[in-house]
């Protein structure tokens, strides 16, 4: 059984049926998990979003469908190593998006993400193994599905 770490943008695409082709072709199989961040992100969007009883029981239904990752002191140690690495490097990286590497880099486990630049940076320099699809990706026809690392070498 192969895991892979939903980002909360594709955990969002994923439950309204919205994940481009190519991508949800890559993760057909899969065992999807979340962070326990992108509980905490879309919890957040039904409390603005004022969502109702119908829309709450579908995500709860959906979320029965994955794995949540919870919080742990190793992935309070690996995030704290990640933000000091990259502020040293003169790349300060977003809070959650930080969290949500680290939970994957604890584990080994890749992350599906629409938002490739947020997440290039920790697979350059922390070997997170990141899956996507990128539009602009130079060379690229638009929608391809993009693995970084690639597969010998960056």
Known sequence: MSFVVLDTDVASATRRGRLADP????????????????????????????????????????????????YSEAVAIRWGELQARAERRGRPRPVNDTWVAACCLVRDLPLATLNLKDFRDFAEHDGLRVIGVNERQSGLSSRSTVIWPRPGGM
């Open 23 to 70: 991508l949800r072709a890559r993760l057909t199989g899969e065992t999807w998990c979340i962070s326990f961040v992108t509980l905490g992100e879309l919890t957040k969007w039904t409390v603005l979003r004022s969502w109702g009883p119908r829309k709450l029981a579908e995500l709860a239904d959906w979320r029965q469908q994955v794995v949540t990752l919870p």
